[in-house]
């Protein structure tokens, strides 16, 4: 069965930094679109960024533009979201979500992915 993983959360201060891990398995990995998604206490979940299955598009969310980067490993079976220049309001649960429904694209819109992971921690101190 697919399983998605995320690491790399965790208690940062303002404008540091940190790099969030999804590791996936029991999937072809390459056909695949991801999203990291997150949920603050309180508050809807939002698209954060996502990465295509085939020419590796991406698309951010404009809260976090020019601050996050998307990347794939397709050898390790692996997405990382570079999160740098972080907020107290950038606090959230991080999910990453997995489809093989779309082909040179990807959404930010939750509705859009098949298979979630259970989500790290982010805390930002101001």
């Known amino acids: 069965q697919v399983q998605l993983v995320e690491s790399g959360g965790g208690l940062v201060q303002s404008g540091g930094s940190l790099r969030l891990s999804c590791a996936a398995s029991?999937?072809?990995?390459?056909?695949?679109?991801i999203g990291w998604f997150r949920q603050a206490p309180g508050k809807e979940r939002e698209g954060v960024s996502c990465?295509?299955?085939?020419?590796?598009?991406?698309d951010y969310a404009d809260s976090v533009k020019g601050r996050f980067t998307i990347s794939r490993d397709n050898a390790k079976n692996t997405v990382y979201l570079q999160m740098n220049s972080l907020k107290p309001e950038d606090t959230a649960v991080y999910s990453c979500?997995?489809?093989?429904?779309?082909?040179?694209?990807?959404?930010?819109?939750?509705?859009?992915?098949?298979?979630w992971g259970q989500g790290t921690q982010v805390t930002v101190s101001s």
């Open positions: 979500a997995a489809t093989p429904r779309l082909y040179r694209l990807c959404v930010l819109k939750s509705v859009g992915y098949d298979y």
């Open positions: 990465i295509s299955s085939s020419d590796g598009s991406t």
């Open positions: 029991g999937l072809t990995f390459d056909t695949y679109a």
